[in-house]
């Protein structure tokens, strides 16, 4: 069974920075492809950047590319999200979620586990 317990969201002024961290528990985390996902109120769950088993290949929405990093330690378990520059904007519930594929996919579907998700607010 696969866990993933993310964490690091708060307040922050805009142009302030977080970084949000997922660990997850099993054995297959260095063969899953990870996720960061967010939902605002009001809004549907939108893609925001993807990494490769490896750390290889990362992808981003248009809208964080530039400001947001992710990154992974295989040897921790741990999944991040640097997060710079930050907008009110992005203010939303940040999820990670953990794919048993070799593709890094910007839907929702393909990812079989996801966190409890963790609260990021930027005020203006």
């Known amino acids: 069974q696969v866990q993933l317990q993310d964490a690091g969201g708060g307040w922050v002024q805009a142009g302030g920075s977080l970084r949000l961290s997922c660990v997850v528990s099993?054995?297959?985390?260095?063969?899953?492809?990870m996720g960061w996902f967010r939902q605002a109120p009001g809004k549907e769950r939108e893609f925001v950047a993807g990494i490769s088993w490896s750390g290889g290949r990362t992808v981003y929405a248009d809208s964080v590319k530039g400001r947001f990093t992710i990154s992974r330690d295989n040897a921790k378990n741990t999944v991040y999200l640097q997060m710079n520059s930050l907008k009110p904007e992005d203010t939303a519930v940040y999820f990670c979620a953990a794919a048993r594929t070799t593709l890094v996919y910007t839907t929702s579907t393909p990812y079989d586990y996801w966190g409890q998700g963790t609260q990021v607010t930027v005020s203006s």
């Open positions: 099993g054995r297959t985390f260095s063969r899953c492809v």
